[in-house]
Nanobody, 122 residues
Framework: QVQLVESGGGLVQPGGSLRLSCAAS????????MGWYRQAPGKQRELVAV???????NTADSVKGRFTISRDNAKNTVYLQMNSLKPEDTAVYYC????????????????WGQGTQVTVSS
């Protein structure tokens, strides 16, 4: 089993910054992809940014130039630096990881964190 623990959410004024962190723990071989989704009230969960183990990223157009994803493979941790925050960035941010199990030959599994609230308001 794999656990994802997020931290770093909170209340920030428009134009401010926050940094989210997500650490994976448990029994697994490796993490192929790790990143962030978000869900605002009344909306579907959407991609924010993900990064594979080689450093390739996929970032939503709505946050490009403002949010930066990074990853420490040795610590099984992913970060999301969020700058120039806007009220429309308000959402619960979820960490996700596509994990290769410790047992060889088993299928990859996707895990989710419990979510961390980010509120952008004056």
């Amino acid at each position: 089993q794999v656990q994802l623990v997020e931290s770093g959410g909170g209340l920030v004024q428009p134009g401010g910054s926050l940094r989210l962190s997500c650490a994976a723990s448990g029994s697994f071989s490796s993490i192929n992809v790790m990143g962030w989704y978000r869900q605002a009230p009344g909306k579907q969960r959407e991609l924010v940014a993900v990064m594979d183990s080689g450093g390739s990223t996929n970032t939503a157009d709505s946050v490009k130039g403002r949010f930066t994803i990074s990853r420490d493979n040795a610590k099984n941790t992913v970060y999301l630096q969020m700058n120039s925050l806007k009220p429309e960035d308000t959402a619960v941010y979820y960490c996700t990881a596509l994990v290769r199990p410790a047992t060889p030959g088993k299928a990859l599994n996707t895990y989710w964190g419990q979510g961390t609230q980010v509120t952008v308001s004056s």
